[in-house]
């Protein structure tokens, strides 16, 4: 049975070992300041005896280091190992980063325990078990004073304490999901406080102060399941890129409507007012002109009825067909209107005597093509014709 000084003392990264196990690939030292891979934390990498170490997991209780290839040396060596620095670093600051974050929770949200979290080479996850609606602005607020307790150079400390003493805190944010690498032992577990800011049970590497994780920048929120709030973020230049790329694309945004980034979400207000200002005014117009189209077409009397009949173009056959159903039967008893490139569609409309399904199926039996409709209002579509001769069979 092994276990990982890692959290207990995270910067140190190089040290001497005696090896207690070779399997193959498979190391196990006396005493590893390697994190194994748990509770959301990845794995540290590094060397043992310059041999790179691909994954580190515990297995049965003890920490196995999994070699890239099968070492030289052999049980009771001693070998000198190193943990990569710069990833330790990253973990250290993703994972208090995590901390931070939870505790601003604390402080917006209706919060009814903790979710779990997670870190990857670019981002860090945490899930909030909330009733609060995560909206922007409050993930903007979360952000915000994550990045102030950032500021604030608040001291992060860590100590063993008994687990039932643990359980009994209630301000200690605890998951039975995660915990996994919080016990160090059966009987006790890791506090660790963020000054005046959050308290956790975890097993993970940390820094030593807030100052130290730079800033944080917020990418996303989603909702993984009932009751759970997902909120992504990253640290160090995953999150400068993504600052950098946001404050471009608004700052391009600004200026296209001339405007500042601060008065950017009043002046696209005004301008979909003023989208839906000329939409109305073009719907509006364009009215008219079919309306005065439909008036200007030819009137025929035939079997004693008043047709109104010709050739509309430049509007579909939903628009022309809306239409003519209003007009007709104030002026005229039929009106039949053909339009539309390649395939012309016709519509008719009639007030009464005149059966305008009958008419469009004459008009589809003779040019082709298909359609329907009841004995007021029908149409066609398709036909292999010019709208020209469709009128000219009509009249
Ligand atoms: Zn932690």
């Known amino acids: 049975m092994t276990h990982s000084l890692a959290a207990a003392d995270p910067t140190v990264t190089d040290f001497d070992a005696t090896i207690e196990r070779v399997d193959g690939t498979d190391v196990v030292l006396e005493e590893t300041y390697f994190y194994p891979q748990g509770g959301g934390q990845p794995a540290d990498?590094?060397?043992?005896?310059?041999?790179?170490?691909?994954h580190v997991e515990t297995v049965d209780g003890?920490?196995?280091?999994?070699?890239?290839?099968?070492?030289?040396?052999?049980?009771d060596d001693e070998v000198v190992a190193s943990v990569d620095d710069e990833f330790r670093r990253y973990t250290m600051r993703a994972h208090t980063a995590s901390h931070i974050l939870y505790g601003a929770g604390r402080r917006l949200l209706n919060i009814?325990?903790?979710?779990?979290?997670?870190?990857t080479n670019e981002k860090v996850r945490v899930d909030f078990e909330t009733t609060?609606?995560?909206?922007?602005?409050?993930?903007?607020?979360?952000?915000?004073?994550?990045?102030?307790?950032?500021?604030?150079?608040?001291?992060?400390?860590?100590?063993?304490?008994?687990?039932?003493?643990?359980?009994?805190?209630e301000e200690?944010?605890?998951?039975?999901?995660?915990?996994?690498?919080?016990?160090?032992?059966?009987?006790?577990?890791?506090?660790?406080?963020?000054?005046?800011?959050?308290?956790?049970?975890?097993?993970?590497?940390?820094?030593?102060?807030?100052?130290?994780?730079?800033?944080?920048?917020?990418?996303?929120?989603?909702?993984?399941?009932?009751?759970?709030?997902?909120?992504?973020?990253?640290?160090?230049?995953?999150?400068?890129?993504?600052?950098?790329?946001?404050?471009?694309?608004a700052l391009s945004a600004a200026r296209s409507i001339g405007t500042s980034v601060e008065d950017l979400p009043e002046a696209v207000e005004r301008l979909i007012d003023e989208r839906d200002a000329l939409e109305a005014e073009v719907r509006s117009l364009t009215d008219e002109v079919l309306e005065s189209r439909l008036a200007e077409l030819d009137r025929v009397e035939q079997d004693g009825q008043t047709w109104r009949i010709g050739v509309v173009n430049d509007f579909d056959s939903n628009e022309v067909g809306e239409k003519i159903q209003k007009r007709v039967g104030t002026d005229d008893d039929v009106i039949a209107v053909s339009g539309g490139g390649g395939r012309p569609f016709v519509v008719v409309a009639s007030s009464g005597d005149v059966?305008?399904?009958?008419?469009?199926?004459?008009?589809?039996?003779?040019?082709?093509?298909?359609?329907?409709?009841?004995?007021?209002?029908?149409?066609?579509?398709?036909?292999?014709?010019?709208?020209?001769?469709?009128?000219?069979?009509l009249s």
């Open 62 to 75: 003890d920490i196995v280091h999994r070699l890239e290839r099968e070492p030289s040396f052999d049980v």
């Open 172 to 249: 200690v944010a605890f998951n039975e999901a995660t915990e996994e690498g919080v016990m160090n032992d059966a009987d006790t577990v890791r506090i660790v406080t963020i000054e005046d800011w959050d308290v956790a049970a975890c097993g993970g590497t940390h820094v030593a102060n807030t100052r130290e994780i730079g800033g944080v920048t917020v990418q996303e929120r989603s909702n993984p399941g009932e009751g759970l709030t997902r909120v992504e973020f990253a640290v160090g230049p995953t999150g400068i890129r993504r600052r950098a790329t946001e404050h471009r694309a």
């Open 45 to 54: 990498r590094g060397t043992i005896e310059g041999v790179p170490v691909e």
């Open 355 to 393: 059966d305008a399904n009958r008419v469009v199926e004459d008009v589809t039996d003779e040019f082709g093509g298909g359609g329907g409709g009841g004995p007021t209002f029908a149409q066609g579509g398709g036909l292999d014709a010019d709208p020209e001769e469709v009128v000219t069979f």
């Open 132 to 169: 609060t609606d995560v909206t922007d602005d409050v993930l903007v607020e979360l952000e915000r004073l994550t990045n102030r307790a950032i500021w604030e150079s608040r001291d992060v400390a860590w100590e063993e304490v008994p687990r039932a003493e643990a359980l009994d805190r």
């Open 112 to 119: 009814l325990g903790y979710g779990g979290f997670g870190i």
